[in-house]
């Protein structure tokens, strides 16, 4: 069977990918800087799965400790996740972004390169179509971003489309996520988010943990079903499932492809906040607040493309999603240790 290196393999996604892959028959190797995750999602990925992959504690940053991963392994392919993800931190730290998520990344493909591993899954993300001109939103919409988390996004995309240009041999899926929630059905795995949670489901976890007093709802007066933002939520075992489907296609094909990783439907801030009240079984307090700053009204996916070319489709509903982050928090109160 193929091994798979998988950057940032600690983190929320990272991880719950490392398990599907574990369960498909991959050989799995993680490297991760552990900046934002514990080496103790390893512990928990080899609780679900048997397994505890090979592990290295490496920074993007670090060229030499990349080349001696790729010098001491047969790498078949990469799935790209580890990066800086929080799009107001990059608003005030651009250079750390474009510092850890463009050069890192460089690093990464340049040892890649040097090794002769041609085969990469990365992790893009729905924020390159910005606010776009209508809902589904197709691969083929217009891109633009709006914060530079965004542009690191669209950066690797143009980078990673270059070298695949150069050399005919790449393979590279960008793979574009929508809204990822929830947390691995075992509750050994799950989103342990750094300081107070600026995305909506984490943030509604802590309210139904007490931790939090209520939710801000950012707006009630978008063009929406109720007024609050509208957006594509897919669980995260959904996803890393595509990520599977997505490394197979890699091994076989060459050349990029740009693919949406969403379920195909919108839910509110509110309706949202319905599906938790159910997980936990108790009413949870919100308020409507001003609109939030480069927030759009309503985003979701047109997932023909990921069901045609990959043969995925997402599973779980938002209810599931909604269990299963409640669960996650229950059995994690101090996070993943
Ligand atoms: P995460 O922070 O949980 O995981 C990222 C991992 O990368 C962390 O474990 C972190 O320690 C590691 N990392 C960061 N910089 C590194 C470096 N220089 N060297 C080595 N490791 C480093 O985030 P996640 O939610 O699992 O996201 C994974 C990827 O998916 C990211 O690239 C993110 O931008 C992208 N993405 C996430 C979302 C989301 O809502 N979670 C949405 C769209 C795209
Ligand atoms: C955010 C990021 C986006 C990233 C995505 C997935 C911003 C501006 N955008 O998008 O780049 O790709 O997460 O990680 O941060 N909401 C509330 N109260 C809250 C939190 C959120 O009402 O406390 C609302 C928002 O207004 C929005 C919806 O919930 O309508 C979802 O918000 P969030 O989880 O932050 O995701 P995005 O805005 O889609």
Redesign the pocket.
Same mark, same amino acid.
């Given at each position: 069977m193929s091994t798979i290196l998988v950057t940032g393999g600690t983190g929320y996604i990272g991880s719950h990918a490392c398990v599907e892959l574990i369960e498909s028959g991959y050989d799995v190797i993680v490297m991760d800087n552990l900046y934002n995750s514990t080496e103790a999602s390893l512990g928990r990925i080899e609780q679900i799965t048997g397994i505890r992959p090979k592990f290295y504690k490496t920074d993007l940053l670090d060229e030499e400790g990349l080349k001696k991963i790729f010098a001491e392994n047969s790498i078949d392919a990469v799935i790209h996740f580890a990066g800086y993800k929080a %799009?107001g931190e990059s608003v005030a730290k651009p250079l750390l972004y474009y510092e850890n998520n463009i050069k890192g990344s460089i690093n990464l493909y340049a040892a890649m390169k040097e090794a002769g591993v041609k085969r990469i899954v990365f992790s893009s993300?729905?924020?390159v179509y910005g606010d776009p001109v209508r809902v589904p939103i197709s691969e083929d919409f217009d891109v633009h971003t709006t914060n530079p *988390? @965004?542009t690191t996004k669209l950066m690797n995309e143009m980078i990673l489309s270059d070298i695949a240009a150069a050399d005919p041999e790449w393979s590279v899926l960008l793979l574009r996520y929508f !809204?990822p929630i929830g947390a691995h059905p075992s509750g050994l795995l799950g989103e342990v988010p750094n300081g107070v949670p !600026?995305? /909506?489901v984490p *943030?509604i976890a802590r309210v139904a943990s007490g931790q939090l007093e209520y /939710? +801000? %709802?950012?707006g009630n007066d978008y063009p929406t079903v109720d007024g609050? @933002?509208v +957006?594509d939520y897919i669980h995260v075992v959904d996803l890393a499932k595509g990520h599977i489907s997505a490394v197979a296609y890699a091994l076989e094909h060459n050349g990029v492809e740009k693919i949406n990783l969403g379920t195909g439907n919108g839910y509110s %801030?509110l309706q949202v906040l319905h599906a938790y009240e159910k997980a936990c079984g108790k009413e949870l307090p919100y308020k409507i607040m001003e609109r +939030?700053p @480069?927030?759009i009204a309503s985003?979701y996916a047109d997932t023909a493309k990921a069901e045609k070319l990959l043969g995925w489709k997402a599973q779980y509903g938002i209810d599931e999603m909604c269990r299963d982050s409640w669960n996650f928090t229950l059995k994690n109160p101090n996070g993943i240790e």
């Amino acid at each position: 069977m193929s091994t798979i290196l998988v950057t940032g393999g600690t983190g929320y996604i990272g991880s719950h990918a490392c398990v599907e892959l574990i369960e498909s028959g991959y050989d799995v190797i993680v490297m991760d800087n552990l900046y934002n995750s514990t080496e103790a999602s390893l512990g928990r990925i080899e609780q679900i799965t048997g397994i505890r992959p090979k592990f290295y504690k490496t920074d993007l940053l670090d060229e030499e400790g990349l080349k001696k991963i790729f010098a001491e392994n047969s790498i078949d392919a990469v799935i790209h996740f580890a990066g800086y993800k929080a %799009v107001g931190e990059s608003v005030a730290k651009p250079l750390l972004y474009y510092e850890n998520n463009i050069k890192g990344s460089i690093n990464l493909y340049a040892a890649m390169k040097e090794a002769g591993v041609k085969r990469i899954v990365f992790s893009s993300s729905a924020t390159v179509y910005g606010d776009p001109v209508r809902v589904p939103i197709s691969e083929d919409f217009d891109v633009h971003t709006t914060n530079p *988390y @965004g542009t690191t996004k669209l950066m690797n995309e143009m980078i990673l489309s270059d070298i695949a240009a150069a050399d005919p041999e790449w393979s590279v899926l960008l793979l574009r996520y929508f !809204n990822p929630i929830g947390a691995h059905p075992s509750g050994l795995l799950g989103e342990v988010p750094n300081g107070v949670p !600026n995305n /909506l489901v984490p *943030y509604i976890a802590r309210v139904a943990s007490g931790q939090l007093e209520y /939710l +801000r %709802v950012w707006g009630n007066d978008y063009p929406t079903v109720d007024g609050t @933002g509208v +957006r594509d939520y897919i669980h995260v075992v959904d996803l890393a499932k595509g990520h599977i489907s997505a490394v197979a296609y890699a091994l076989e094909h060459n050349g990029v492809e740009k693919i949406n990783l969403g379920t195909g439907n919108g839910y509110s %801030v509110l309706q949202v906040l319905h599906a938790y009240e159910k997980a936990c079984g108790k009413e949870l307090p919100y308020k409507i607040m001003e609109r +939030r700053p @480069g927030d759009i009204a309503s985003c979701y996916a047109d997932t023909a493309k990921a069901e045609k070319l990959l043969g995925w489709k997402a599973q779980y509903g938002i209810d599931e999603m909604c269990r299963d982050s409640w669960n996650f928090t229950l059995k994690n109160p101090n996070g993943i240790e």
